[in-house]
């Protein structure tokens, strides 16, 4: 058996058909002074060849998964065409005497080890756009054709099996002859994850060692939920697959009638489910779940991909964007959470022996104001007539909130005074991600204007647990009562000071999970999109008096496995647990979810 991150549910059974592919050898070719012009022209050839060839993508995805997925060849047209790196290429070209390709060649590998050795960022999930746009550029040059030729020939239905799956070529795959997708490389947010997604194509992502593991022509039977892969399965084990994908489309036939109802209790509890937004073509899904507005809008993802920092402008652009998209619900607009697991190439922070202990977030935000002020002034813009919230994260002392919120008013004044339309504040609230923020709940209720609990950090900092590292996943755990407990006190806080209090970190998606939060009290959950139905399920079936009873329980419990223990037996009398995904049910969540972007 393999495991790896189910990024596109469904099962599949079928031969394997391994693909490898690798970049080509570029011949060595220098060139002689009278060959610059010819062979600047032909890299500008190639960029707009490879520019047609990603606008047929485009238009094919378009047809086949909507505009939101088209618009990660929008993203790849962009890059193949990056005026910066092109002119690299070309200073290359005139003062080294190289040839076309070599050029390309140097620079491109130059700007993947940056990418590369991005520590665990979410940029890391944009690798496989980068060596798709240089693959293609790399073939046009040398005269070869694309990567996907092969494509033609897969007649029967397989599962395909690769290192890594650029968007390319998977927009191009059909269900009819690919009935799965594995591949070593790539997170639940990669683009051929999304792309996979969209199609229907079951897939499992982030699986170490599967070409050396699947051989051409194995049987393999997956399971695009749970992210587990058999190779040659018994018959038994073929069965006890079926009876699962069966359960599973009971409870999909389940979420989607309750699509467009409300997340109450039986007993009438009201919960405002919203969703994390992470990149733009997430705020369809979540509209499509019935998000009642974002919850966490990750700001750093505006900077992925590029190497300079967003202007005020864009930034008020894309808030206004989802805001409007979500008209009439709040848009939580988080500042920028950099460094720590989040390192995009527009962001330069010096090396650190520990990140996650290290000059990030608010503290980056706080040192260096050209940075954190833009983003304020651009937040204070998109306000205008906007439910648009703005949120602190790794805040640890009142100062910290304090010296945000005077830059605020500092911003507010001065857009006043230039007479730019701007709102003259905004809900300003902090997010609880560590025991610092927790022991001093009160008084950040009395000064924020709401609590949001940030759960993956905060596990990660009570645990002393690296989020991100696989080898701790079972120590992981966000039911361990010292977090448990926690979370009842920010509860209980924002009660006392009258503020509303959230929890936007992963554990709000994990069934298990929701009974405690609800029985704390805690009305607004923010998750990742896809999970907000079966969230929404969870809420309308489970009164929020079991829940209560439930969360009492495991605040006095001692051990992960007796909190675990007490909220599935609250929940498995009111669903049948078989329907809810196991790997979800497991005594210390996984922490794949939690890995979304390293
Ligand atoms: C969290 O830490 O729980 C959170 C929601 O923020 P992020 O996952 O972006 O660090
Ligand atoms: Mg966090």
Request: aromatic residues 4%; hydrophobic residues 45%.
């Amino acid at each position: 058996m393999l495991r790896g991150v189910g990024v596109s549910p469904g099962v599949a059974f079928a031969p394997a058909l391994v693909v490898r592919w690798a970049f080509p050898e570029i011949p060595e070719r220098t060139i002689s002074p009278a060959e610059f012009d010819t062979e600047v022209a032909r890299l500008h050839q190639a960029v707009q060849a490879v520019v047609d060839q990603l606008a047929a993508l485009r238009l094919r995805t378009l047809q086949r998964a909507g505009p939101e997925a088209a618009g990660i060849f929008d993203a790849q047209i962009m890059m193949v065409q990056d005026g910066d790196f092109l002119a690299g290429v070309e200073s290359l070209i005139r003062k080294n005497l190289l040839s076309a390709e070599s050029a390309y060649e140097f620079k491109a590998l130059d700007l993947r080890n940056t990418w590369q050795n991005a520590r665990q960022s979410f940029l890391r999930d944009r690798l496989a756009d980068l060596n798709a746009i240089q693959l293609r550029m790399l073939l046009h040059l040398l005269g070869r054709s694309a990567d996907d030729a092969w494509l033609g020939e897969v007649q029967e239905p397989v599962v395909l099996v690769a290192h890594e799956l650029s968007p390319g070529l998977t927009v191009q795959l059909d269900r009819d002859h690919v009935a799965g997708l594995i591949s070593e490389e790539g997170t639940r947010t990669s683009h051929a994850a999304i792309l996979a997604h969209s199609l229907g194509i079951p897939a499992v992502m982030g699986v170490a060692g599967a070409l050396d593991r699947i051989a051409d022509g194995t049987s393999v039977l997956l399971d695009g939920q749970t992210g587990q892969i058999l190779l040659e399965p018994t018959p038994d084990e073929m069965e006890a697959a079926r009876l699962q994908a069966v359960r599973r489309h009971r409870l999909e036939v389940q979420l989607e009638s309750i699509a467009t109802e409300p997340a109450t209790t039986p007993d009438g509890a009201s919960i405002v489910l919203q969703g994390n937004v992470d990149l733009p073509e997430e705020i369809e899904v979540a509209l499509r779940h019935g998000a009642e507005g974002v919850g966490l809008l990750r700001t750093e993802f505006l900077i992925t991909g590029r190497t300079s920092l967003p202007s005020e402008d864009e930034q008020t652009d894309y808030y206004r964007r989802v805001s409007a998209a979500f008209a009439g619900h709040p848009v939580v607009i988080r500042t920028y959470d950099l460094g720590g697991d989040k390192f995009p190439a527009a962001f330069v922070a010096p090396h650190e022996p520990n990140p996650f202990l290290g000059w990030r977030s608010i503290r980056v935000c706080l040192d260096q104001p050209e940075i954190f002020r833009p983003q304020l002034r651009a937040i204070l813009r998109a306000a205008v007539d906007r439910h648009i919230w703005l949120m602190l994260p790794m805040v640890i002392s009142l100062d910290e909130l304090a010296e945000s919120k005077a830059l605020l008013a500092e911003e507010a004044a001065a857009l006043r005074s230039a007479g730019t339309r701007a709102a003259d504040d905004v809900p300003v609230g902090v997010m609880i991600e560590t025991p610092a923020a927790v022991i001093l709940a009160d008084e950040f209720a009395r000064a924020a204007a709401f609590l949001s609990v940030g759960s993956n950090d905060l596990t990660q900092y009570t645990l002393a647990v690296d989020r991100s590292n696989a080898r701790l996943a079972s120590r992981f755990a966000p039911l361990h009562p010292a977090v448990v407990r926690q979370l009842s006190q920010v509860r209980e806080a924002a009660a006392r000071a009258g503020i509303p209090a959230s929890v936007c970190g992963e554990m709000a998606s994990d069934p298990v999970a929701v009974v405690l939060l609800l029985g704390l009290g805690y009305t607004r959950l923010s998750t990742a999109p896809p999970a907000i139905p079966l969230v929404k399920w969870v809420v309308r079936n489970l009164p929020v008096t079991a829940a209560r009873e439930a969360a009492a329980l495991a605040v006095r419990a001692t051990t992960t496995d007796e909190v675990h223990e007490v909220l599935r037996h609250a929940l498995g009398r009111h669903v049948d647990l078989r329907l809810v995904d196991p790997s979800s049910a497991l005594p210390r969540p996984s922490v794949g979810a939690t890995l979304r972007r390293s």
